[in-house]
């Protein structure tokens, strides 16, 4: 059995693949000490072939002796197993959002990340769902139902909150705020893929792929189809349990 796990800012994942096929797949809160969550994950597979991705990947190379890879490889090799056409990736994560353009056979010709600004990844979403008094559900859905928007102009994440503070107290309906943040998130991520690759297509991963609205915000922005995995958080894990059976 091959084993993948991604040791995210927010969550760890693992996915279990024996034969080509996916047996397991486990999303979990990373806690307050997320490597003690992670070798109990990687307890439930005794004897398996594991491969560590993500933030905290170096801390299962010392912690569990694992072979490690990058989040772009493992994303690209995750997103390729789903869409084998795929040529364009986009990741948005807790704490950072990348680009990942491949190659016709699946090579990696060139990535993009943005990890010093919180803006533009889940962690901004969710900070701005939360000062609007929303869940990320519910913060995806009311953006969904408004129809009027309120432009936010500066993606800092410091400075946006600001403009949404002063949008609240201007009396502005919360839901018209969450299509606003929405439309920002989407034209800084578009103008990210832009710079990256032109393609007929992206595949969307990481958890921020489960927002809907934000999902067709892009496909609007962007002018092409944007492709969700069924589960696009676990798409790094993924692609760590094919590394682990290549290596």
């Known amino acids: 059995m091959l084993v993948g796990i991604d040791l995210g800012s927010r969550t760890i994942k693992t996915v279990a693949l024996k034969g080509g096929t996916v ?20 307890g439930e597979h005794p004897g398996a072939r594991a491969v560590a991705t993500g933030y905290g990947r170096h801390l299962m190379q010392q912690q569990a002796g694992l072979d490690i890879i990058t989040e772009i490889k493992a994303h690209a090799l995750g997103a390729r197993y ?22 016709a056979d699946g090579r990696i010709v060139n990535f993009q990340m943005n990890d010093k600004c919180a803006a533009g990844t889940g962690r901004f979403l969710e900070m701005m769902a939360v000062s609007l008094g929303y869940d990320l559900q519910a ?30 107290n201007r009396g502005v309906p919360p839901e018209e705020i969450a299509r606003s943040v929405h439309l920002a998130v989407a034209s800084r991520l578009a103008a990210m893929v832009s710079k990256t690759c032109q393609c007929p297509h992206l595949v969307f991963t990481g958890g921020v792929a489960n927002n809907k609205t934000l999902v067709s915000l892009l496909e609007t922005t962007l002018g092409v189809p944007v492709l969700v995995p069924e589960d696009p958080s676990i798409t790094g894990a993924l692609g760590a349990a094919l590394h682990a059976g290549s290596s």
């Open 23 to 42: 047996l397991h797949r486990r999303v979990v809160e990373s806690g307050f000490e997320p490597h003690r969550q992670a070798l109990q994950m990687l």
């Open 139 to 168: 913060f995806g859905k009311a953006a969904a139902a408004a129809e009027g928007t309120s432009p936010i102009n500066s993606m800092c994440a410091v400075f946006a909150e600001s403009e949404v503070v002063s949008l609240k």
């Open 82 to 103: 789903l869409f084998p056409y795929c040529r364009a990736i986009l990741d948005v994560g807790g704490q950072d959002s990348k680009v990942i353009h491949l190659s």
